[in-house]
Every structure is written in C-alpha cells, then in structure tokens.
C-alpha cells in the first residue's frame, strides 16, 4: 500500500520536516513503486521514515534535461 506521510531527518543542527514524501510499507513495494514510475534504474537511496516505512531519495546529479519536478511530481525527495 502507496501512502504519503511526513519525513522527518534529524540533524545536528535540528530537525527538518518534509511534507508529503510517498512511502510504502516495505520495500519490495518500494522497488515496485519504482518500476511503476520508471525509476528504477535511476541511483537513489533507500531511507526508513520514523513511521517504518520506506522512500527513495533521488540525487539532484541525476537531472540532466533540467526537469526539477521528475522526482517530485511522484512525491520522492530531490537532494543536491
């Protein structure tokens, strides 16, 4: 099951919190998330919400066409 919840990243400097980031209940369903949406073949990183549940966050090297909303349109994470 797809679900949008909060991320939450604590830092030393604070915690930040994230709106809507899709995550799913394992990560099995993850990586079917990202065949799904034709990324899975693309590098990200596998991160556990404090809910338990899993995200990709994509790095932002990954945009070459300069298409900033990729990832976001799908409600995944973009650093760099």
């Given at each position: 099951?797809?679900?949008?919840?909060?991320?939450?990243?604590?830092?030393?400097?604070?915690?930040?919190?994230?709106q809507?980031?899709?995550?799913?209940?394992?990560?099995?369903?993850?990586?079917?998330?990202?065949?799904?949406?034709?990324?899975?073949?693309?590098?990200?990183?596998?991160?556990?919400?404090?809910?338990?549940?899993?995200?990709?966050i994509?790095?932002?090297?990954?945009?070459?066409?300069?298409?900033m909303?990729?990832?976001?349109?799908?409600?995944?994470?973009?650093?760099?």
């Amino acid at each position: 099951m797809t679900k949008t919840t909060d991320f939450l990243n604590h830092t030393t400097a604070g915690t930040s919190e994230v709106q809507d980031i899709r995550s799913y209940a394992t990560q099995d369903a993850l990586a079917k998330g990202l065949v799904k949406y034709g990324f899975d073949t693309h590098r990200y990183v596998v991160v556990k919400t404090l809910e338990g549940r899993y995200t990709a966050i994509f790095p932002s090297s990954n945009i070459k066409d300069g298409n900033m909303m990729r990832y976001a349109h799908r409600g995944f994470m973009t650093l760099g």
